[in-house]
C-alpha cells in the first residue's frame, strides 16, 4: 500500500523566511501526490498536485513542490512566509481513486 | 456552486444514540468520500461511493454505515455512537480521471459523542 509521511508535526516560521514542510512517499508505482491546506475550523483545498508531467510543481499562494524520485520526497516550500500562511497541511498518495493522507504539519508564522 | 455542503455543522450525541450526517455535491461528481479527522493522525477514509448506489468500506469503516441512493448525495450513518467517534467528519467528492483527479472538501462537521 502507498503511504506518505511528513516530518515534523509543527513548524514555526518567522514572517517573511522560508517555509518548507517534508514529505516522503513509498510506492512502488510512480505516484500521484498531493497537498492541500486547511486553515482553521474549514475544509481542507488543494495547493497543488504532482501529475508526472513536471518534477516543479507550481500550486496556489506562492507554494511549489519538487518531486524527487530519488529520494522518494515531495517537499513542499515557500520562498517568504506571509501570516496567512498559518494553517495545517497535508501530504496526500493517491491509491485507485482513494486519498492516504499524511498526519499534518501545523505552521505557525510569527510576526 | 455550492461545490461540497455538510449538515450538520454540530452535534453532540450520547453513547448509544444514532445520527446520520448529509453531504451533498452539486459538480455532478461520480466519486464521493467520508473522512474522519482526529489529531496527530491526518484524514482516514471510512467509506466512499464510486456511483449512485454504490459504497465500499476505507480504512475505518466499523460503527459506520453508508449509503449513495442520489448521485449528489452521500449519507454517513452512525448506529449507536461511542466516545471513540468523537471527531471531525469530512465529505468529500471528486470526478474520476486518469488518477490526477481532485478531491473536493466540505466545511466538516465536528461530532461529540458523551
Known amino acids: 500500500a502507498q503511504s506518505v509521511t511528513q516530518l515534523g508535526s509543527h513548524v514555526s516560521v518567522s514572517e517573511g523566511a522560508l517555509v518548507l514542510l517534508r514529505c516522503n512517499y513509498s510506492?512502488?508505482?510512480?505516484?500521484?501526490l498531493f497537498w492541500y491546506v486547511q486553515y482553521p475550523n474549514q475544509g481542507l483545498q488543494l495547493l497543488l498536485k504532482y501529475t508526472s508531467a513536471a518534477t516543479l510543481v507550481k500550486g496556489i499562494n506562492g507554494f511549489e513542490a519538487e518531486f524527487k524520485k530519488s529520494e522518494t520526497s515531495f517537499h513542499l516550500t515557500k520562498p517568504s512566509a506571509h501570516m496567512s500562511d498559518a494553517a495545517e497541511y497535508f501530504c496526500a498518495v493517491r491509491t485507485d481513486y482513494k486519498l492516504s493522507f499524511g498526519a499534518g504539519t501545523t505552521v505557525t508564522v510569527r510576526a | 456552486n455550492a461545490g461540497v455542503t455538510q449538515t450538520p455543522k454540530f452535534r453532540v450525541l450520547k453513547t448509544g444514540q444514532s445520527m446520520t450526517l448529509l453531504c451533498a455535491q452539486d459538480m455532478n461528481h461520480e466519486y464521493m468520500y467520508w473522512y474522519r479527522q482526529d489529531p496527530g493522525m491526518g484524514l482516514r477514509l471510512i467509506h466512499y461511493?464510486?456511483?449512485?448506489?454504490?459504497?465500499a468500506k476505507g480504512e475505518v469503516p466499523d460503527g459506520y454505515n453508508v449509503s449513495r441512493l442520489k448521485k449528489q448525495n452521500f449519507l454517513l450513518g452512525l448506529e449507536s455512537a461511542a466516545p471513540s467517534q468523537t471527531s471531525v467528519y469530512f465529505c468529500a467528492s471528486s470526478y474520476p480521471t486518469s488518477g490526477t483527479d481532485t478531491q473536493y472538501f466540505g466545511p466538516g462537521t465536528r461530532l461529540t459523542v458523551l
Open positions: 461511493s464510486v456511483g449512485e448506489g454504490t459504497t
Open positions: 510506492s512502488s508505482v510512480p505516484p500521484y
